[in-house]
């Protein structure tokens, strides 16, 4: 299997445009992870889906950031306007939840910089 | 609500001397999951090691071993034999057997290892 595969692996945007980050877990994943990270907060979970359905998304720091599973195989994080705030790498990751003992597959990240 | 605790910030080490990063943890799940990640300078995030809350004996994979103390909630890192390729951040992190896989995760310890 090749990974977690994450697109773009390095994106330059300047403010008030829109971001999309993507993500493709590993075949078989039913839960998938968006994280971001920074040197000042650490990391950060911001939202993740079971089966496709978002679970938790108290993560995300505010309206301009929206996420999407519309299948098992693609995920979305998107940025609406961004800011030069929302400089950070992102992260994805999925893992299976049927044992206690799955740990969380992350992908190379996406390191964002919005001037 | 779980939570993780990672005290030090950085820590050094002499090569081929061994080292242990200490992580705590709280929570009130009779069940979970404790990982160790590997997070080197090129930014991936790397699974080292696992223990689970009812597991009698520590975890051990080659030169990692967690020293596992369930009655005070500690899940630390031993390193044995330190690599310069040891060199990295390392992430503890908790797993939540009940929520979809999701893990909280500790701020990190800097290890550096020196010749």
């Known amino acids: 299997d090749a990974g977690v595969i994450q697109s773009p692996r390095h994106e330059v945007t300047e403010m008030g445009q829109e971001v999309t980050l993507r993500c493709k877990p590993i075949?078989?994943?039913?839960?998938l992870f968006w994280y971001r990270q920074t040197m000042m907060r650490g990391l950060e979970l911001l939202i993740y889906f079971n089966n496709n359905v978002p679970i938790d998304d108290s993560g995300m720091p505010e309206d301009r950031f929206s996420a999407k599973m519309p299948n098992a195989s693609f995920s979305t994080l998107k940025i609406q306007p961004s800011e030069p705030r929302d400089s950070a790498v992102y992260f994805c990751a999925s893992t299976m939840p049927d044992r206690d003992s799955n740990e969380q597959f992350f992908g190379p990240g996406t390191r964002l910089t919005v001037l | 609500a779980q939570k993780i605790t990672q005290t030090q910030p950085g820590m050094f080490v002499q090569e081929k001397e061994a080292v242990t990063l200490d992580c705590t943890y709280d929570t009130s799940d009779p069940s979970y999951g404790l990982f160790w990640y590997k997070q080197p300078s090129s930014g991936e995030m790397i699974f080292l090691i696992y223990q689970g809350s009812y597991d009698q004996q520590n975890a051990t994979e080659g030169r990692y071993s967690l020293n596992f103390q369930k009655a005070r909630k500690s899940a630390n890192l031993v390193i044995s034999a330190s690599q310069l390729g040891d060199s990295a951040m390392y992430f503890c992190?908790?797993?939540?057997?009940?929520?979809?896989?999701?893990?909280?995760f500790g701020d990190g310890t800097t290890l550096t290892v020196k010749p």
């Open positions: 075949s078989g994943h039913n839960s």
């Open positions: 992190a908790m797993r939540d057997n009940t929520n979809a896989g999701k893990s909280t």
